[in-house]
């Protein structure tokens, strides 16, 4: 599957079963390119930039190695990366993607990069018509009846660990380094950027994106050598749903809908994992969690926090629709997509009860306003921070964490949401 955000691409690569995704690199454009130090230029010869290229993909060298991220294609023999080729070459170690200086007239391969494609669990794909029937009644023995399709649309789901910000934690990260930056903009959410040499990347949905994908879904059979079927599926939005859940790793729930559009053969793809072995977050337990908030409002003031406090002993963090959005049907004389709209959520904590701080009672402060804040990893590139930023507590439920008493407490969530990669 190949995935494009506006003009920018993240490719996954389902077999028939839809196992696994793993990122993609094309192994067949034609021609050969010519790059210069200190330019982002690329000049081709005999290429096919224009049909075989996708802005927001990355060339590499027949090695493996990243030559850049394509920010725009001028034409079938010119493009302009993102960045300036370096003035020397980096090689690839433990979850480090090599970097390649110049390169001239040499073979080149295109893909997804090491940050931004997605090895997922769970994927689904499918599509959806909605269709009507009509009879013809010339007499009463005809039975000749037509359907008809009046819209169709397709869905695609999968789940993916946290990510985690990786070998450029440290530093100032650039939009192409954050690892899913495409699938969060493309959920609603805006990914900022720290500065000061902070190495951080906050998504967060208190700023709206309006961005969107295409994605391209490839089905085969691994063991025949057919040509490969391709569905795409155009103006796709997604929502993003939260497990964390203790002794696990976190994940991500990604919901795409999107309009089905053609059907196409497309050149094989294969797999380059590289980064996507290592630069996702770790396991959350109690050894790597660093801090768990969950505190009152002052009236409308939001509550402070303060690093390396556990105040609430949790089981289980679960935030359907994270990014706080809906998207609704719009079929017009123009256009057919998915409008967005805002949307409260819920969140579900699951505490034990002895746990929790011995101040605070939740059937005490139901339809009180509660900010909640968790913090876990120790080490840099690895650490994660998820704000809520304000939650109204709606239910307490009795509940159980394996054979202790526990409560699950049910929250609206009615402000903002933070992820923090650092």
Same mark, same amino acid.
């Given at each position: 599957?190949?995935?494009?955000?506006?003009?920018?691409?993240?490719?996954?690569?389902?077999?028939?079963?839809?196992?696994?995704?793993?990122?993609?690199?094309?192994?067949?454009?034609?021609?050969?390119?010519?790059?210069?130090?200190?330019?982002?230029?690329?000049?081709?010869?005999?290429?096919?930039?224009?049909?075989?290229?996708?802005?927001?993909?990355?060339?590499?060298?027949?090695?493996?190695?990243?030559?850049?991220?394509?920010?725009?294609?001028?034409?079938?023999?010119?493009?302009?990366?993102?960045?300036?080729?370096?003035?020397? $070459?980096?090689?690839? @170690?433990? %979850?480090?993607?090599?970097? !390649? #200086?110049?390169?001239?007239? *040499? +073979?080149?391969?295109?893909? =997804?990069?090491?940050?931004?494609?997605?090895?997922?669990?769970?994927?689904?794909?499918?599509?959806?018509?909605?269709?009507?029937?009509?009879?013809?009644?010339?007499?009463?023995?005809?039975?000749?009846?037509?359907?008809?399709?009046?819209?169709?649309?397709?869905?695609?789901?999968?789940?993916?660990?946290?990510?985690?910000?990786?070998?450029?934690?440290?530093?100032?990260?650039?939009?192409?380094?954050?690892?899913?930056?495409?699938?969060?903009?493309?959920?609603?959410? $805006?990914?900022?950027? @720290?500065? %000061?040499?902070?190495?951080? !990347? #906050?998504?967060?949905?208190? *700023? +709206?994106?309006?961005?969107? =994908?295409?994605?391209?879904?490839?089905?085969?059979?691994?063991?025949?050598?057919?040509?490969?079927?391709?569905?795409?599926?155009?103006?796709?939005?997604?929502?993003?749903?939260?497990?964390?859940?203790?002794?696990?790793?976190?994940?991500?729930?990604?919901?795409?809908?999107?309009?089905?559009?053609?059907?196409?053969?497309?050149?094989?793809?294969?797999?380059?994992?590289?980064?996507?072995?290592?630069?996702?977050?770790?396991?959350?337990?109690?050894?790597?969690?660093?801090?768990?908030?969950? @505190?009152?409002?002052?009236?409308?003031?939001?509550?402070?926090?303060?690093?390396?406090?556990?105040?609430?002993?949790?089981?289980?963090?679960?935030?359907?629709?994270?990014?706080?959005?809906?998207?609704?049907?719009?079929?017009?004389?123009?256009?057919?997509?998915?409008?967005?709209?805002?949307?409260?959520?819920?969140?579900?904590?699951?505490?034990?009860?002895?746990?929790?701080?011995?101040?605070?009672?939740?059937?005490?402060?139901?339809?009180?306003?509660?900010?909640?804040?968790?913090?876990?990893?120790?080490?840099?590139?690895?650490?994660?921070?998820?704000?809520?930023?304000?939650?109204?507590?709606?239910?307490?439920?009795?509940?159980?964490?394996?054979?202790?008493?526990?409560?699950?407490?049910?929250?609206?969530?009615?402000?903002?949401?933070?992820?923090?990669?650092?």
């Amino acid at each position: 599957m190949t995935i494009k955000f506006h003009e920018k691409a993240i490719a996954i690569f389902g077999t028939q079963q839809l196992a696994e995704g793993i990122s993609a690199i094309n192994d067949t454009p034609t021609g050969t390119i010519t790059t210069t130090v200190a330019s982002a230029a690329v000049v081709g010869v005999a290429t096919l930039f224009t049909t075989q290229m996708q802005v927001g993909t990355y060339m590499y060298t027949t090695a493996g190695a990243i030559i850049g991220r394509i920010l725009t294609i001028t034409d079938a023999t010119h493009i302009v990366l993102e960045d300036v080729v370096p003035a020397s $070459a980096t090689t690839q @170690s433990a %979850g480090v993607q090599a970097i !390649a #200086t110049a390169v001239t007239g *040499v +073979a080149f391969k295109t893909g =997804l990069g090491p940050k931004n494609a997605l090895a997922v669990l769970n994927l689904n794909y499918a599509t959806e018509l909605t269709t009507q029937a009509f009879q013809y009644t010339g007499d009463e023995l005809s039975r000749d009846e037509d359907t008809v399709v009046t819209d169709k649309f397709a869905k695609f789901d999968c789940e993916v660990f946290i990510p985690s910000l990786g070998t450029i934690a440290g530093a100032d990260p650039v939009l192409s380094e954050v690892p899913m930056v495409d699938w969060f903009t493309s959920s609603g959410m $805006a990914v900022l950027l @720290s500065t %000061g040499s902070l190495g951080k !990347a #906050t998504i967060t949905n208190s *700023v +709206a994106s309006n961005s969107f =994908l295409t994605i391209e879904v490839r089905r085969s059979s691994p063991d025949l050598t057919l040509q490969q079927k391709t569905f795409v599926m155009t103006d796709a939005r997604g929502l993003m749903d939260l497990d964390a859940t203790v002794g696990t790793r976190g994940k991500l729930k990604l919901n795409y809908l999107g309009n089905l559009a053609t059907v196409a053969d497309k050149f094989s793809l294969v797999p380059n994992f590289t980064d996507q072995k290592t630069e996702h977050a770790g396991s959350i337990k109690s050894t790597t969690i660093t801090t768990t908030q969950l @505190s009152l409002y002052s009236g409308s003031t939001e509550p402070t926090y303060v690093p390396t406090t556990k105040s609430v002993c949790f089981d289980k963090i679960a935030a359907p629709n994270y990014s706080g959005y809906e998207y609704a049907r719009y079929l017009t004389g123009c256009i057919d997509g998915w409008s967005k709209g805002a949307a409260p959520s819920d969140v579900t904590l699951t505490i034990l009860e002895d746990k929790a701080a011995a101040t605070y009672n939740p059937d005490n402060n139901i339809e009180a306003l509660h900010a909640l804040y968790v913090a876990f990893g120790s080490i840099t590139g690895k650490k994660i921070e998820m704000l809520f930023h304000k939650l109204q507590l709606a239910k307490v439920t009795n509940s159980k964490v394996a054979n202790y008493a526990g409560q699950d407490l049910g929250f609206r969530n009615v402000g903002n949401t933070d992820l923090v990669l650092s």
